[in-house]
């Protein structure tokens, strides 16, 4: 299969916002702009429950990053500053002045430093399970380099894809299969080996952003969702002593305005486990 023979659950537009980089999103309801962003492997279809509901009260657009999904997959950097300029180009071209931001986990990260660099472009930010709180020691970044490789990401097999799916989870809905098969079944892509760099890439700038020692320059109006079994962030593989309440703790002495919200019986999927509390949580802090 082929990227661009996915299964989207809701008609795309395709932007070019440069000479050879096309970005895929939606274009969906009237009101506030809320900008959906996904998180590291990721695309549109993580946003499945909440898209249409949300619709009604904003107008969604919700994006494949470059490498990601639709979009252009040419070879990128990855890192977070990278992504936040693609953004802004992206409203630029939409003719969006200001704008919200529902991040999910690397998503969340791109929110941060959105919010960082652009403060005057950007209103709330609504974040769901996000990195940016974590920092890495020399030895520990190579840890996780190596373990999010490209050459690993093309050689797992499908035990191994479906594991990394589920891990994000803590109750796996039968709704989200979709994740596991639409990973195995793009490994055949011809532009997958691209793809599966530009993941490396990014996993590789997540964990050296300059973001966790910048967060009190975030002055946007944030709300956290976090899930009270995430496995995911903290980062167990490396950082098994940290606690999720730590990482609630470092947003809450940073981030000048945020609420931070924990649903039960949650991984590290809030907006898929429990998409009905997770929009009307939106839809609340939004408007």
């Excluded at 299969?1 to 996915?6: A, G, I, K, N, P």
């Excluded at 950082?239 to 309440?245: I, K, M, N, R, V």
């Amino acid at each position: 299969m082929e990227f661009e023979s996915l299964t989207y659950q809701f008609p795309v537009v395709k932007t070019q916002i440069e000479p050879g980089l096309t970005i895929v999103h939606t274009a969906m309801g009237d009101g506030s702009p809320v900008v959906f962003i996904h998180g590291l492997g990721s695309y549109i279809p993580a946003w499945n429950k909440n898209l249409l509901p949300l619709s009604k009260h904003f107008r969604c657009i919700a994006i494949d990053l470059p490498g990601y999904g639709k979009s252009s997959k040419s070879l990128h950097p990855g890192t977070m500053d990278y992504y936040a300029e693609v953004v802004i180009k992206l409203m630029d071209k939409l003719g969006i002045n200001k704008f919200n931001i529902c991040g999910h986990s690397m998503g969340g990260v791109i929110a941060f430093k959105l919010a960082i660099e652009f403060p005057e472009r950007v209103d709330k930010l609504f974040l769901s399970a996000p990195g940016g709180a974590e920092t890495y020691s020399e030895d520990e970044k190579l840890l996780v380099e190596n373990f999010i490789s490209t050459d690993r990401m093309i050689s797992n097999d499908d035990k191994q894809i479906r594991n990394n799916v589920l891990v994000n989870f803590h109750h796996f809905p039968l709704d989200a299969q979709f994740m596991i098969s639409d990973r195995i079944a793009i490994r055949k892509a011809k532009e997958f080996p691209l793809h599966a760099e530009i993941i490396a890439r990014s996993a590789s700038d997540v964990i050296n952003s300059d973001v966790p020692f910048r967060l009190s320059g975030v002055k946007s109006k944030t709300m956290i969702i976090f899930g009270d079994n995430d496995k995911m962030i903290p980062n167990r593989f490396v950082h098994p002593e940290l606690t999720p309440q730590k990482m609630i703790d470092t947003f809450k002495q940073n981030i000048q305005s945020v609420n931070i919200k924990i649903y039960p019986e949650c991984g590290h999927f809030p907006q898929f486990e429990h998409p009905e509390i997770f929009n009307r949580d939106l839809i609340e802090f939004i408007l």
